[in-house]
């Protein structure tokens, strides 16, 4: 378990990358975009820690392609906790006729190989390669914060993830708060659009987890968990609030995959500190502007009327 002391202003801060689909790392351009924007994201917003939340990397040798990622990081003196994507792994499944399983294995042991990089493959006996815990603040035996990183596989999480959160999060005491990242998103993401006042846009279905696995229901029972974490969806990037807990979309950072004209690449910027309270955040864009999601949207339902109309400003 790595611990990071806050800074002597007593603040950390957490670039969240998403999604970055590195293709090939033969200098295509697309890929030498994604680079140059992870670069100037990190001159340009100075994260203490860089997370990146799945879809790292797809097509042949990806291992070329998380060594030509970790040295960005590396030249930066910046290190990652990367989680598995849905997709992460698949090379080693189609090439080499391996289970699923056993693809998301091997991929999650490129990960182990960059000095920079933080990823577990995670407890024996919990599923998912990359469930692990970074800590921030106070001590380590006594955090201030506790960022969760979990394996999302395909579809959901296993019951036994579900079972190592509730006992992590209790062995970490009583005065501490939470975040958590990881790949696809829950089906509260859902309920917080449907239901609940949000900024930001979804110009995407969500596209959840096959079920509901009860994951955030212990997060949120834990009363230290104060905001979740996800991608999968490249066109979406809003956040609300549901039960006490932001669920926040990153935005997504690659251009060797899909995305929509004028909806711009970036990274979420989270900012925490000695307020267990809560974390500020905004998205950083390729452009180079700060994007403060200040764009709010009624629910487009009500629990009691739900053919309520949608109303986006």
Same mark, same amino acid.
């Given at each position: 378990?790595?611990?990071?002391?806050?800074?002597?202003?007593?603040?950390?801060?957490?670039?969240?990358?998403?999604?970055?689909?590195?293709?090939?790392?033969?200098?295509?351009?697309?890929?030498?975009?994604t680079?140059?924007?992870?670069k100037?994201?990190?001159?340009?917003?100075?994260?203490?820690?860089a997370?990146?939340?799945?879809?790292?990397?797809?097509?042949a040798?990806p291992?070329?392609?998380?060594?030509?990622?970790?040295?960005?990081?590396?030249?930066? #003196?910046?290190l990652?906790?990367?989680?598995? @994507?849905?997709?992460?792994?698949?090379? =080693?499944?189609? /090439? %080499?006729?391996?289970?699923?399983?056993?693809?998301?294995?091997?991929?999650?042991?490129?990960?182990l190989?960059?000095?920079g990089s933080?990823?577990?493959?995670g407890?024996?006996?919990?599923?998912?390669n990359?469930?692990?815990?970074?800590t921030?603040?106070g001590?380590?035996?006594?955090?201030?914060w506790a960022?969760?990183?979990?394996?999302?596989?395909?579809?959901g999480?296993?019951?036994?993830?579900?079972?190592w959160?509730?006992?992590?999060t209790?062995k970490?005491?009583?005065?501490?708060?939470?975040?958590?990242?990881?790949?696809?998103?829950?089906?509260?993401?859902?309920?917080?659009?449907?239901?609940t006042?949000c900024?930001?846009f979804?110009?995407?279905s969500i596209?959840?987890?096959?079920?509901?696995?009860?994951?955030?229901?212990?997060?949120?029972?834990? #009363?230290?968990?104060?905001?979740?974490?996800v @991608?999968?969806?490249?066109?979406?990037? =809003?956040?609300? /609030? %549901?039960?006490?807990v932001?669920?926040?979309?990153?935005?997504?950072?690659g251009?060797?995959?899909?995305g929509q004209e004028?909806?711009?690449?970036g990274?979420r910027?989270?900012?925490i500190g000695?307020?267990?309270?809560?974390?500020?955040?905004?998205?950083?864009?390729?452009?180079?502007?700060?994007?403060?999601?200040?764009?709010?949207r009624?629910?487009?339902?009500?629990r009691?009327?739900?053919?309520?109309?949608?109303?986006t400003?």
């Open positions: 378990m790595k611990h990071f002391p806050f800074k002597k202003d007593g603040t950390f801060r957490i670039c969240q990358f998403t999604d970055l689909h590195i293709h090939h790392v033969d200098r295509h351009e697309e890929g030498e975009q680079f140059a924007l992870i100037n994201t990190l001159r340009d917003t100075s994260p203490d820690l997370v990146i939340t799945g879809d790292i990397a797809w097509g040798e291992e070329k392609s998380i060594s030509a990622l970790s040295e960005i990081f590396d030249n930066a #003196g910046i990652w906790a990367p989680v598995l @994507g849905n997709h992460d792994g698949e090379y =080693f499944t189609e /090439s %080499l006729g391996v289970s699923n399983a056993e693809g998301r294995r091997m991929f999650g042991q490129l990960l190989a960059p000095k933080l990823f577990e493959a407890p024996e006996g919990v599923d998912g990359g469930n692990y815990v970074i921030v603040g001590t380590e035996s006594e955090p201030k960022l969760f990183m979990l394996d999302s596989h395909r579809g999480f296993d019951l036994s993830q579900n079972l959160y509730r006992e992590t209790k970490l005491g009583e005065n501490h708060a939470e975040l958590a990242f990881f790949h696809v998103p829950i089906p509260e993401y859902s309920e917080v659009w449907d239901y006042a900024k930001g979804c110009l995407e596209c959840e987890t096959e079920m509901n696995d009860g994951m955030f229901a212990a997060m949120q029972g834990s #009363g230290k968990m104060r905001g979740i974490f @991608g999968h969806d490249h066109i979406n990037d =809003f956040e609300g /609030s %549901l039960r006490g932001r669920l926040c979309y990153g935005r997504a950072s251009y060797q995959t899909y004028g909806f711009e690449r990274a910027i989270i900012d000695e307020d267990l309270s809560g974390f500020g955040s905004y998205i950083y864009l390729e452009s180079g502007k700060i994007y403060e999601q200040v764009f709010r009624r629910p487009k339902l009500s009691k009327h739900p053919r309520g109309d949608e109303v400003k």
